[in-house]
């Protein structure tokens, strides 16, 4: 159980564009998710933090209008990347918590965007 | 603030063990704690909620010393398969939503 998905695993894009990455939780609902991005060989740094049916909160220094993120369902958050640009290229990582006893974060596949 | 993470690499034999620290400088509800192999999203392992707990997932267990806000990730009888970056990730009692802060990574390089 607690399977996240995220689509999609890759995306190639040229500057300027909008890209969006999709999150979902295949067989648990999750009120809330998670928006991280890591470059490579460093750790993961925390965005944002998707709330269903409410807005987001972005970490300091994270853009809102740059990295906008909905989540519209329980199983789906989008956190889609805005005139994306060069210094966006990274690996986009959504958790989603489950709640309980023990309150486990699961992390979705990763998307890796590469911007021209 | 992210949790320090001790050491940032470590080469093991296959049969081996290892230890790796996580360290905060804010009171802990908990730690949770990921493995990342190249190229892959992070793989949870385990979660700690009470000072003084420890957990276990295969031959690799985990304490944590609530008081000292810091938690030790155990590797025994390394396998081949443990190799990867392991990261703790830790939700601060002042942190709302489950955030996490995640430390820089331990790499972690099994050699048979």
């Known amino acids: 159980g607690a399977v996240v998905s995220q689509h999609p695993s890759w995306v190639i894009c040229k500057s300027g564009t909008s890209v969006k990455i999709e999150c979902r939780s295949l067989d648990f609902q999750a009120t809330t998710m998670f928006w991280y991005r890591q470059f490579p060989k460093q750790s993961l740094m925390l965005m944002a933090t998707?709330?269903?049916?409410?807005?987001?909160?972005?970490e300091q220094g994270v853009e809102k209008d740059k990295f906008l993120i909905n989540h519209a369902s329980l199983t789906l958050s989008t956190l889609t990347v805005t005139s994306a640009h060069p210094e966006d290229s990274s690996f986009y990582i959504c958790?989603?918590?489950?709640?309980?006893?023990?309150?486990?974060?699961?992390f979705g596949p990763g998307t890796r965007l590469l911007v021209l | 603030q992210q949790p320090v993470q001790s050491p940032q690499a470590v080469i093991l034999r296959e049969g081996e063990d290892a230890v790796i620290n996580c360290s905060s400088s804010?009171?802990?509800?908990?730690v949770h704690w990921y493995r990342q192999k190249h190229g892959e999203a992070p793989v949870f392992l385990m979660i700690l909620l009470k000072g003084g707990e420890q957990k276990g997932h295969e031959k690799i267990s985990a304490s944590f010393n609530e008081k000292k806000q810091q938690s030790s990730l155990y590797l025994t009888a390394s396998q081949l398969s443990y190799s990867g970056t392991y990261f703790c990730g830790t939700e601060a009692t002042t942190d709302s939503w489950g955030k996490l802060q995640f430390g820089a990574g331990t790499q972690v390089v099994v050699t048979p």
């Open positions: 804010k009171a802990l509800y908990s």
């Open positions: 998707s709330n269903e049916g409410s807005k987001a909160t972005y």
């Open positions: 958790s989603a918590r489950v709640s309980g006893v023990q309150e486990t974060q699961y």
